[in-house]
């Protein structure tokens, strides 16, 4: 008796929850550490200039309304320019530009570990006076962002060191992203969630008309994507993998968007000759005395999925080769705009106090729990950004408007310690 796709969902969670956690924890520490100093380049004395705060700065002195307006027309501009990019995105694909979104992408990894990295690499050494001269600092910071492009988007390099990486670009971009202006950022983290649920589940919408593409293709889409892969057993009865939940995570880099998808396709062996129709598939299948890994409930389709040229929204499988090794399963790919900003939105409570990071951490979390159960119970393809970060915005101004200042006066009269 098959047991539900509920039972391993843990291991699934777990699996990306890691990686998450670990970069909103030091994107919370390079934002306690630097925002003070008046050596970051983009202290709040100094804010920085980017692409989401064209329109309007933000002034301390400025009024409510002010600000809020400000800060809707910042983020009305940032979705629009956004939104440009991505149909961009889909009509270079459409048109096979490959090659050129590829090396676009290795581009841009290189740039951010190199400028904006370098610059909060300056700025530790200066905050902690480390003894580096400028030669070694280059050298160190050039090696650094090469490996970090190899390791990405290479192949033959060990996941560790891909995920490594993955992680670090998404810290290095949300530590800037944390200081854009307050009520920027908070418009912003609400208006990319909106913009989230259009883009994947409006008819039309980019990302939709972008993976539709991909799959139709069978091809890969460039994507800067943290791809997890849980070790399971592969000798559980019957054949029948745990751990072999029908979903995943994926994202486009250049629009920070992320999206859930239901795998509707059978995954079959791998062979040095792909044959092209199920019966003999099945066939060598049966010859060979082995198993299909994964079996989507429902599904009439055998396809048989080449691991380097998997694309943007499908699940990772591996055997483990013999019945009584541990395999790789199902693999959850999150894309690196989640990292940046559950990143920043826990980084943004960072400079407010602990406590409500503490709450956006929890409420992230859970978000994130959320879809990937709401995702097992609908087998369609659901936005992930929309439930964490809308948890997110709600528990960081009931914990600063209710919380903090329940828990500070209970204390001051001493009636909780």
């Known amino acids: 008796m098959e047991g539900s796709i509920l039972d391993s969902l843990g291991t699934e969670l777990i699996g990306v929850m890691s990686p998450v956690s670990i970069c909103m924890l030091l994107v919370v520490l390079l934002v306690s550490i630097l925002s003070p100093s008046s050596s970051f380049p983009s202290s709040p004395s100094t804010p920085i200039i980017t692409a989401a705060n064209l329109v309007y700065s933000e002034n301390p002195s400025d009024s409510t309304t002010q600000k809020l307006e400000g800060a809707l027309l910042n983020a009305a501009v940032f979705i629009v320019l956004i939104s440009v990019v991505t149909f961009v995105l889909v009509l270079l694909y459409y048109y ?57 988007f290479g192949r033959g390099v060990p996941i560790i060191i891909t995920q490594t990486y993955t992680v670090i670009l998404g810290i290095i971009t949300a530590a800037w992203f944390t200081q854009l202006p307050e009520w920027t950022t908070w418009v912003l983290l609400v ?69 859930l ?81 559950y990143s920043v939105l826990v980084g943004r409570a960072a400079m407010y106090d602990l406590m409500t990071v503490y709450a956006c951490y929890l409420a992230i979390i859970s978000g994130l729990a959320c879809t990937l159960i709401l995702l097992s119970v609908c087998r369609r393809a659901l936005p992930a ?25 209970t204390s001051t009269n001493l009636m909780m310690f």
């Open 385 to 409: 950004l929309p439930i964490s970060i809308a948890l997110g915005v709600i528990f960081y101004f009931l914990t600063r408007l209710l919380m903090e200042p329940f828990v500070v006066q």
């Open 96 to 152: 096979n530009f490959t090659n050129f979104l590829k090396h676009y992408m290795r581009l841009s990894a290189f740039l951010i570990l190199t400028t904006m990295g370098g610059a909060i690499f300056l700025s530790l050494i200066s905050h902690f006076s480390l003894p580096f001269d400028a030669l070694t600092c280059f050298l160190s910071l050039f090696n650094f962002s090469a490996l970090g492009v190899v390791s990405v």
């Open 191 to 259: 208006a990319l969630a909106v913009y989230d649920l259009v883009a994947v589940l409006a008819p039309g919408g980019p990302l939709k008309i972008l993976v539709e593409l991909s799959q139709s293709r069978d091809d890969d889409l460039p994507a800067l994507v943290y791809e997890a892969r849980p070790t399971v057993s592969a000798s559980n009865g019957g054949g029948r993998r745990h751990g072999d939940l029908g979903l995943l995570v994926g994202g486009v880099s250049d629009n920070s968007s992320v999206e």
């Open 261 to 341: 998808q239901n795998l509707s396709r059978n995954v079959g062996n791998r062979s040095n000759e792909e044959e092209s129709t199920v019966e003999d598939v099945r066939e060598r299948m049966r010859n060979e005395g082995e198993t299909i890994p994964l079996v989507a409930e429902n599904s009439s389709e055998i396809g048989v999925i080449d691991e380097e040229r998997s694309s943007l929204m499908e699940m990772v499988t591996r055997d483990g080769g013999d019945g009584n090794e541990e395999g790789t399963s199902a693999g959850i790919k999150l894309g690196l705009g989640d990292f940046v900003f």
